[in-house]
Protein backbone atom coordinates (compact mmCIF):
# COMPACT_ATOMS: atom_id res chain seq x y z
CA UNK A 1 0.00 0.00 0.00
CA UNK A 2 1.34 3.40 -1.18
CA UNK A 3 3.48 4.99 1.75
CA UNK A 4 2.09 8.72 3.17
CA UNK A 5 4.65 10.44 4.85
CA UNK A 6 4.16 14.06 5.45
CA UNK A 7 5.00 14.16 8.87
CA UNK A 8 5.06 18.00 9.48
CA UNK A 9 1.92 18.59 11.14
CA UNK A 10 -0.60 17.00 12.93
CA UNK A 11 -3.06 15.13 10.95
CA UNK A 12 -6.67 17.03 10.72
CA UNK A 13 -8.59 14.55 8.79
CA UNK A 14 -7.56 10.12 8.58
CA UNK A 15 -9.33 7.59 6.20
CA UNK A 16 -8.00 3.93 7.60
CA UNK A 17 -8.68 1.39 4.86
CA UNK A 18 -11.84 3.24 3.92
CA UNK A 19 -14.49 1.11 1.47
CA UNK A 20 -17.45 1.57 -0.30
CA UNK A 21 -19.47 -0.98 -1.92
CA UNK A 22 -22.19 0.01 -3.95
CA UNK A 23 -24.32 -3.77 -3.89
CA UNK A 24 -21.58 -6.03 -6.00
CA UNK A 25 -20.29 -2.89 -7.35
CA UNK A 26 -16.81 -1.57 -5.07
CA UNK A 27 -16.65 2.30 -5.43
CA UNK A 28 -13.48 2.80 -3.02
CA UNK A 29 -11.51 -0.11 -1.48
CA UNK A 30 -8.63 0.10 1.65
CA UNK A 31 -7.91 3.89 1.33
CA UNK A 32 -5.74 5.38 3.77
CA UNK A 33 -5.32 8.89 3.57
CA UNK A 34 -3.74 11.36 6.36
CA UNK A 35 -4.39 14.78 5.61
CA UNK A 36 -1.90 17.31 8.24
CA UNK A 37 -3.19 20.82 9.30
CA UNK A 38 -2.97 23.57 6.59
CA UNK A 39 -2.40 20.85 3.53
CA UNK A 40 -4.17 20.88 0.71
CA UNK A 41 -3.93 17.32 -0.93
CA UNK A 42 -5.87 16.58 -3.97
CA UNK A 43 -7.70 13.17 -5.24
CA UNK A 44 -6.38 13.13 -8.62
CA UNK A 45 -7.58 9.93 -11.42
CA UNK A 46 -9.82 9.20 -14.35
CA UNK A 47 -13.88 9.17 -14.62
CA UNK A 48 -15.35 7.06 -11.62
CA UNK A 49 -11.96 5.99 -10.02
CA UNK A 50 -13.73 7.02 -6.56
CA UNK A 51 -12.72 10.62 -6.58
CA UNK A 52 -16.06 12.18 -5.45
CA UNK A 53 -17.61 9.20 -3.50
CA UNK A 54 -14.52 9.95 -1.03
CA UNK A 55 -15.06 13.44 -0.59
CA UNK A 56 -18.77 12.53 0.16
CA UNK A 57 -18.28 9.83 2.90
CA UNK A 58 -16.05 12.71 3.97
CA UNK A 59 -18.56 14.88 4.44
CA UNK A 60 -20.98 12.65 5.23
CA UNK A 61 -23.35 12.31 2.54
CA UNK A 62 -22.26 8.83 1.64
CA UNK A 63 -21.73 6.10 4.27
CA UNK A 64 -18.63 3.92 4.57
CA UNK A 65 -19.15 0.69 4.37
CA UNK A 66 -15.46 0.11 5.77
CA UNK A 67 -12.89 1.63 7.53
CA UNK A 68 -13.06 4.77 9.70
CA UNK A 69 -12.46 8.07 9.37
CA UNK A 70 -11.67 11.03 11.47
CA UNK A 71 -12.00 14.68 11.64
CA UNK A 72 -9.71 16.53 14.36
CA UNK A 73 -9.27 13.33 16.29
CA UNK A 74 -12.97 12.59 16.36
CA UNK A 75 -14.49 9.28 14.78
CA UNK A 76 -16.94 10.04 12.16
CA UNK A 77 -17.13 7.49 10.33
CA UNK A 78 -16.70 4.02 11.32
CA UNK A 79 -18.65 0.84 12.57
CA UNK A 80 -20.89 2.96 14.97
CA UNK A 81 -23.31 5.16 14.00
CA UNK A 82 -22.29 8.01 11.31
CA UNK A 83 -22.00 11.59 12.52
CA UNK A 84 -24.70 13.25 10.12
CA UNK A 85 -23.06 15.95 7.43
CA UNK A 86 -23.77 19.18 9.62
CA UNK A 87 -22.45 18.40 12.87
CA UNK A 88 -19.09 17.19 11.19
CA UNK A 89 -16.57 20.65 10.98
CA UNK A 90 -16.25 20.24 7.18
CA UNK A 91 -16.91 22.90 4.95
CA UNK A 92 -18.06 21.93 1.28
CA UNK A 93 -17.74 23.70 -1.81
CA UNK A 94 -18.99 22.02 -4.88
CA UNK A 95 -18.51 23.06 -8.86
CA UNK A 96 -21.85 24.63 -9.18
CA UNK A 97 -21.21 27.41 -6.34
CA UNK A 98 -24.64 27.27 -5.11
CA UNK A 99 -25.33 30.95 -3.91
CA UNK A 100 -28.48 32.33 -2.73
CA UNK A 101 -29.42 34.81 -5.01
CA UNK A 102 -32.33 36.72 -2.98
CA UNK A 103 -29.45 37.23 -0.69
CA UNK A 104 -26.70 39.54 -0.99
CA UNK A 105 -22.95 38.62 -1.18
CA UNK A 106 -22.56 38.90 3.18
CA UNK A 107 -25.36 37.73 3.72
CA UNK A 108 -24.43 34.62 1.74
CA UNK A 109 -20.77 34.44 3.22
CA UNK A 110 -23.13 35.13 7.20
CA UNK A 111 -25.38 32.25 5.98
CA UNK A 112 -22.70 29.02 7.74
CA UNK A 113 -22.98 31.35 10.76
CA UNK A 114 -24.80 30.34 13.98
CA UNK A 115 -25.86 34.05 14.72
CA UNK A 116 -25.65 35.48 11.22
CA UNK A 117 -26.92 39.03 12.74
CA UNK A 118 -24.38 39.58 15.64
CA UNK A 119 -21.29 42.22 15.55
CA UNK A 120 -19.28 39.25 15.31
CA UNK A 121 -20.84 37.33 12.39
CA UNK A 122 -19.99 41.30 10.92
CA UNK A 123 -16.41 41.41 11.71
CA UNK A 124 -16.45 37.74 10.63
CA UNK A 125 -17.68 38.41 7.24
CA UNK A 126 -16.07 41.71 6.50
CA UNK A 127 -12.55 39.78 7.33
CA UNK A 128 -13.66 36.72 4.91
CA UNK A 129 -14.65 39.01 2.17
CA UNK A 130 -11.27 40.84 2.56
CA UNK A 131 -9.24 37.96 2.52
CA UNK A 132 -11.17 36.90 -0.79
CA UNK A 133 -10.60 40.26 -2.22
CA UNK A 134 -14.42 41.36 -2.18
CA UNK A 135 -14.85 44.17 0.41
CA UNK A 136 -16.37 46.18 -1.94
CA UNK A 137 -19.01 44.03 -2.92
CA UNK A 138 -20.54 42.38 0.36
CA UNK A 139 -24.17 44.61 -0.69
CA UNK A 140 -24.27 43.50 -4.28
CA UNK A 141 -26.44 40.54 -5.69
CA UNK A 142 -24.66 37.26 -6.38
CA UNK A 143 -25.98 37.49 -9.90
CA UNK A 144 -24.04 40.44 -10.15
CA UNK A 145 -20.93 39.27 -10.12
CA UNK A 146 -18.76 37.28 -12.76
CA UNK A 147 -17.81 33.66 -12.18
CA UNK A 148 -14.43 33.82 -10.23
CA UNK A 149 -16.13 36.29 -8.24
CA UNK A 150 -18.83 34.41 -7.06
CA UNK A 151 -16.57 31.28 -7.00
CA UNK A 152 -14.72 33.08 -4.23
CA UNK A 153 -17.87 33.93 -2.29
CA UNK A 154 -18.50 30.81 -2.31
CA UNK A 155 -15.16 29.72 -0.91
CA UNK A 156 -15.89 32.70 1.70
CA UNK A 157 -19.17 30.93 3.02
CA UNK A 158 -17.74 27.95 3.37
CA UNK A 159 -15.16 29.01 5.48
CA UNK A 160 -17.33 31.29 7.64
CA UNK A 161 -18.13 28.44 10.21
CA UNK A 162 -13.89 27.69 10.33
CA UNK A 163 -14.46 24.00 9.22
CA UNK A 164 -11.72 21.67 10.80
CA UNK A 165 -11.51 20.36 6.91
CA UNK A 166 -13.18 22.20 3.36
CA UNK A 167 -13.61 19.90 0.70
CA UNK A 168 -13.65 21.00 -2.99
CA UNK A 169 -15.29 19.24 -5.38
CA UNK A 170 -13.81 19.92 -8.82
CA UNK A 171 -14.32 23.84 -8.04
CA UNK A 172 -13.41 25.17 -10.92
CA UNK A 173 -14.59 23.41 -13.75
CA UNK A 174 -17.67 25.59 -14.59
CA UNK A 175 -14.99 28.19 -15.29
CA UNK A 176 -13.72 28.93 -18.38
CA UNK A 177 -9.80 28.02 -19.04
CA UNK A 178 -8.38 31.35 -18.48
CA UNK A 179 -10.35 32.11 -15.65
CA UNK A 180 -9.79 28.41 -14.21
CA UNK A 181 -6.18 29.37 -14.11
CA UNK A 182 -5.93 32.71 -12.52
CA UNK A 183 -9.10 31.10 -9.86
CA UNK A 184 -6.90 28.27 -8.65
CA UNK A 185 -3.85 29.95 -7.93
CA UNK A 186 -5.94 32.94 -6.17
CA UNK A 187 -7.58 29.96 -3.69
CA UNK A 188 -4.61 28.35 -3.01
CA UNK A 189 -3.35 31.91 -1.89
CA UNK A 190 -6.42 31.94 0.06
CA UNK A 191 -6.40 28.83 1.76
CA UNK A 192 -2.47 29.48 2.31
CA UNK A 193 -3.43 32.59 4.07
CA UNK A 194 -5.93 31.09 6.18
CA UNK A 195 -4.30 28.01 7.20
CA UNK A 196 -6.99 25.92 5.96
CA UNK A 197 -6.75 21.83 5.40
CA UNK A 198 -8.41 21.04 2.20
CA UNK A 199 -9.53 18.31 0.12
CA UNK A 200 -9.81 18.92 -3.15
CA UNK A 201 -10.71 16.39 -6.42
CA UNK A 202 -10.00 16.99 -9.90
CA UNK A 203 -9.01 14.99 -12.88
CA UNK A 204 -7.36 17.69 -14.44
CA UNK A 205 -3.43 16.80 -13.62
CA UNK A 206 -1.93 20.61 -14.23
CA UNK A 207 -4.20 21.95 -11.66
CA UNK A 208 -3.51 19.08 -9.35
CA UNK A 209 0.22 19.31 -9.69
CA UNK A 210 0.22 23.04 -9.76
CA UNK A 211 -2.05 23.60 -6.56
CA UNK A 212 -1.44 20.48 -4.63
CA UNK A 213 0.73 20.45 -1.33
CA UNK A 214 0.46 16.74 -1.97
CA UNK A 215 -1.39 14.93 -4.65
CA UNK A 216 -3.19 11.25 -4.31
CA UNK A 217 -3.74 9.34 -7.15
CA UNK A 218 -6.90 7.13 -7.38
CA UNK A 219 -7.31 4.21 -9.91
CA UNK A 220 -10.22 1.84 -10.01
CA UNK A 221 -10.71 2.55 -6.17
CA UNK A 222 -7.31 2.56 -4.88
CA UNK A 223 -4.91 4.96 -3.89
CA UNK A 224 -1.83 4.40 -6.01
CA UNK A 225 0.24 6.67 -4.75
CA UNK A 226 0.43 9.89 -2.21
CA UNK A 227 3.34 12.54 -2.44
CA UNK A 228 3.95 15.89 -2.95
CA UNK A 229 3.57 17.28 -7.20
CA UNK A 230 7.26 16.63 -8.00
CA UNK A 231 8.12 13.58 -6.59
CA UNK A 232 4.85 11.85 -7.92
CA UNK A 233 5.53 13.43 -11.42
CA UNK A 234 9.30 12.76 -11.45
CA UNK A 235 9.35 9.25 -9.78
CA UNK A 236 5.69 7.76 -10.15
CA UNK A 237 5.50 4.19 -8.09
CA UNK A 238 3.43 2.55 -11.40
CA UNK A 239 3.08 3.07 -14.69
CA UNK A 240 -0.67 4.10 -14.43
CA UNK A 241 0.82 7.09 -12.21
CA UNK A 242 3.09 7.87 -14.60
CA UNK A 243 1.07 7.87 -17.53
CA UNK A 244 -2.12 10.36 -15.88
CA UNK A 245 0.81 12.77 -15.40
CA UNK A 246 1.84 14.12 -18.05
CA UNK A 247 2.99 12.44 -21.85
CA UNK A 248 5.56 9.42 -20.60
CA UNK A 249 6.99 6.54 -23.17
CA UNK A 250 8.27 3.78 -22.04
CA UNK A 251 11.78 2.75 -23.26
CA UNK A 252 12.79 -0.95 -23.21
CA UNK A 253 16.21 -1.45 -22.14
CA UNK A 254 18.55 -4.39 -20.69
CA UNK A 255 20.48 -3.66 -17.59
CA UNK A 256 23.87 -5.38 -18.15
CA UNK A 257 26.62 -5.32 -15.05
CA UNK A 258 27.74 -1.67 -16.48
CA UNK A 259 25.51 0.01 -18.68
CA UNK A 260 21.87 0.25 -19.32
CA UNK A 261 21.65 -0.61 -23.26
CA UNK A 262 18.31 0.73 -25.12
CA UNK A 263 17.36 0.88 -29.11
CA UNK A 264 18.54 4.74 -28.53
CA UNK A 265 22.17 3.61 -27.19
CA UNK A 266 24.00 2.95 -24.34
CA UNK A 267 23.40 4.54 -21.22
CA UNK A 268 25.35 4.57 -17.39
CA UNK A 269 23.64 2.55 -14.78
CA UNK A 270 23.03 5.93 -12.76
CA UNK A 271 20.61 6.97 -14.78
CA UNK A 272 17.77 4.64 -13.66
CA UNK A 273 16.35 5.87 -10.03
CA UNK A 274 17.31 3.52 -7.24
CA UNK A 275 18.93 0.78 -9.54
CA UNK A 276 20.08 -1.69 -6.83
CA UNK A 277 23.01 -4.13 -7.40
CA UNK A 278 21.84 -7.74 -8.32
CA UNK A 279 20.05 -6.24 -11.86
CA UNK A 280 21.89 -6.84 -14.33
CA UNK A 281 20.24 -9.16 -17.30
CA UNK A 282 17.52 -8.06 -16.20
CA UNK A 283 15.05 -6.35 -18.78
CA UNK A 284 13.33 -2.95 -17.84
CA UNK A 285 10.87 -0.16 -19.49
CA UNK A 286 12.24 3.22 -18.50
CA UNK A 287 9.79 6.50 -17.94
CA UNK A 288 10.91 8.97 -20.41
CA UNK A 289 8.82 12.49 -20.83
CA UNK A 290 9.02 14.42 -23.47
CA UNK A 291 11.91 16.72 -22.60
CA UNK A 292 14.44 14.25 -21.71
CA UNK A 293 14.78 13.09 -25.25
CA UNK A 294 16.27 14.85 -28.20
CA UNK A 295 15.64 13.68 -32.46
CA UNK A 296 18.43 15.01 -34.70
CA UNK A 297 18.03 14.65 -38.39
CA UNK A 298 19.50 11.40 -39.79
CA UNK A 299 20.20 9.75 -43.13
CA UNK A 300 17.82 7.14 -43.61
CA UNK A 301 20.58 4.08 -43.04
CA UNK A 302 21.79 5.85 -39.48
CA UNK A 303 18.18 6.41 -37.98
CA UNK A 304 16.65 5.07 -35.00
CA UNK A 305 13.03 5.49 -36.35
CA UNK A 306 10.99 7.29 -37.87
CA UNK A 307 8.75 10.59 -37.18
CA UNK A 308 5.04 9.19 -36.98
CA UNK A 309 3.38 12.17 -35.69
CA UNK A 310 3.76 16.00 -34.94
CA UNK A 311 1.82 17.74 -32.06
CA UNK A 312 1.90 21.68 -31.83
CA UNK A 313 1.51 22.69 -28.07
CA UNK A 314 1.78 26.46 -28.73
CA UNK A 315 5.50 27.37 -26.89
CA UNK A 316 6.76 24.00 -28.20
CA UNK A 317 6.82 20.97 -30.69
CA UNK A 318 6.13 17.12 -29.43
CA UNK A 319 7.45 14.74 -31.90
CA UNK A 320 6.11 11.69 -32.14
CA UNK A 321 8.80 8.95 -33.05
CA UNK A 322 8.44 5.04 -33.77
CA UNK A 323 11.72 3.07 -32.96
CA UNK A 324 12.45 0.40 -34.76
CA UNK A 325 11.63 -2.26 -32.21
CA UNK A 326 7.88 -0.34 -32.86
CA UNK A 327 8.22 1.59 -29.61
CA UNK A 328 6.89 5.33 -30.08
CA UNK A 329 8.64 7.83 -27.73
CA UNK A 330 7.95 11.82 -27.77
CA UNK A 331 10.77 14.42 -27.72
CA UNK A 332 10.44 17.85 -26.89
CA UNK A 333 11.69 20.73 -28.86
CA UNK A 334 11.26 24.19 -28.47
CA UNK A 335 10.12 26.57 -30.69
CA UNK A 336 11.61 25.13 -33.42
CA UNK A 337 9.79 23.42 -36.37
CA UNK A 338 12.24 20.71 -37.30
CA UNK A 339 11.07 17.84 -38.60
CA UNK A 340 7.53 16.78 -40.75
CA UNK A 341 5.93 13.35 -40.42
CA UNK A 342 8.01 10.42 -42.37
CA UNK A 343 11.60 12.05 -41.21
CA UNK A 344 14.36 9.64 -40.62
CA UNK A 345 15.56 10.63 -36.97
CA UNK A 346 18.09 9.83 -34.42
CA UNK A 347 17.06 9.66 -30.28
CA UNK A 348 19.47 10.28 -27.76
CA UNK A 349 18.17 10.78 -23.69
CA UNK A 350 19.10 13.81 -22.68
CA UNK A 351 17.88 13.93 -19.66
CA UNK A 352 20.05 15.72 -16.60
CA UNK A 353 17.57 13.98 -13.56
CA UNK A 354 17.32 9.89 -12.74
CA UNK A 355 14.43 8.00 -14.73
CA UNK A 356 12.10 5.69 -12.89
CA UNK A 357 11.65 2.11 -14.50
CA UNK A 358 9.23 -0.53 -13.97
CA UNK A 359 10.30 -4.34 -14.80
CA UNK A 360 9.48 -5.00 -18.52
CA UNK A 361 6.09 -7.14 -18.84
P1 LIG B 1 -15.98 11.59 -11.98
O1 LIG B 1 -14.64 12.22 -12.17
O2 LIG B 1 -16.58 11.14 -13.27
O3 LIG B 1 -16.90 12.39 -11.13
P2 LIG B 1 -15.32 9.90 -9.72
O4 LIG B 1 -13.91 9.49 -9.65
O5 LIG B 1 -15.73 11.00 -8.84
O6 LIG B 1 -15.71 10.19 -11.21
P3 LIG B 1 -17.35 8.37 -8.35
O7 LIG B 1 -18.46 9.30 -8.64
O8 LIG B 1 -16.78 8.40 -6.98
O9 LIG B 1 -16.17 8.58 -9.39
O10 LIG B 1 -17.82 6.89 -8.70
C1 LIG B 1 -17.02 5.75 -8.43
C2 LIG B 1 -17.75 4.49 -8.88
O11 LIG B 1 -18.90 4.24 -8.07
C3 LIG B 1 -18.26 4.57 -10.31
O12 LIG B 1 -18.03 3.32 -10.92
C4 LIG B 1 -19.74 4.85 -10.15
O13 LIG B 1 -20.45 4.31 -11.23
C5 LIG B 1 -20.07 4.16 -8.85
N1 LIG B 1 -21.16 4.85 -8.13
C6 LIG B 1 -21.14 6.13 -7.67
N2 LIG B 1 -22.29 6.43 -7.03
C7 LIG B 1 -23.08 5.32 -7.10
C8 LIG B 1 -24.39 4.98 -6.63
N3 LIG B 1 -25.12 5.86 -5.94
N4 LIG B 1 -24.85 3.74 -6.89
C9 LIG B 1 -24.10 2.84 -7.55
N5 LIG B 1 -22.86 3.09 -8.02
C10 LIG B 1 -22.34 4.31 -7.80
Not at 173 to 179: A, P, Q, W, Y
Not at 239 to 258: I, K, N, W, Y
Given at each position: ????????????L???????????E???S????????????????????????T????????????G?????????????????????????????????????????????????D???????????????????????????L????R?RV????????????????????????????????????I??????????????????????????V????????????????????S????????????????????A???????Y?????????????????????????????????????????????????????????????????????????????V????????????????
Open positions: SPTDRSPTADPVELSGVGKRYGSTAVDLDLLVHEGELVTLLGPSGCGKTTLRMIAGLESVTETIEVGGTVVAGDGPQTPPEERDVGLVFQEFALFPHLTVAENVAFGLEDPSPEAEARVDDLLDLVGLSEYGDRSPEDSGGQQALARSLAPEPDVLLLDEPFSNLDVRLRVRMREEVKRLDEANVTAVSVTHDQEEALSISDRIAVNDGRLEQVGPPEEVFENPTRFVASFLGQASFLPAEVTADVETSVGSDRDLLAGLGDGYAGSRVDVLVRPDDLRAEPAAAGDADGTVVRRQYTGPSFVYHVELDDGTVVRCLHNHTEEFEVGDPTVTLVADHELAWYPAR
